[in-house]
């Protein structure tokens, strides 16, 4: 499996959830993909500090990328804000 390969379809995936957290004046980003498959991604404006945004980050970005990308481990996000 190419890595190129996997982060095309990661992103695909992260497209398709986009435009809901949009719509509530949020957005996602992928921050990266380690070698044993773990999913960083970073939320952004209104996701932060959402009181439902780790649901929506099982529910909906978790499963999304798990569907086009099933060898994926896990899905976290990181706060690259708290550690500037």
């Known amino acids: 499996m190419k890595m190129n390969e996997l982060t095309s379809r990661v992103e695909k995936a992260l497209d ?3 435009p809901f957290l949009q ?3 949020g957005d996602i980003s992928l921050v990266n993909i380690d070698e044993e498959l773990n999913v960083l991604v970073q939320l952004h404006g ?3 500090g959402c ?3 780790q649901m929506t980050l ?3 970005v978790e499963m999304t990328i798990r ?3 099933p060898e994926v481990k896990s ?3 990181v706060n690259l804000a708290a550690k500037a």
């Open 16 to 18: 398709e959830i986009r």
């Open 23 to 25: 719509s509530d004046g």
């Open 46 to 48: 209104a996701c932060i």
């Open 51 to 53: 009181k439902v945004n």
């Open 58 to 60: 099982t529910n909906g």
């Open 67 to 69: 569907r086009l990308a």
């Open 75 to 77: 899905v976290s996000e």
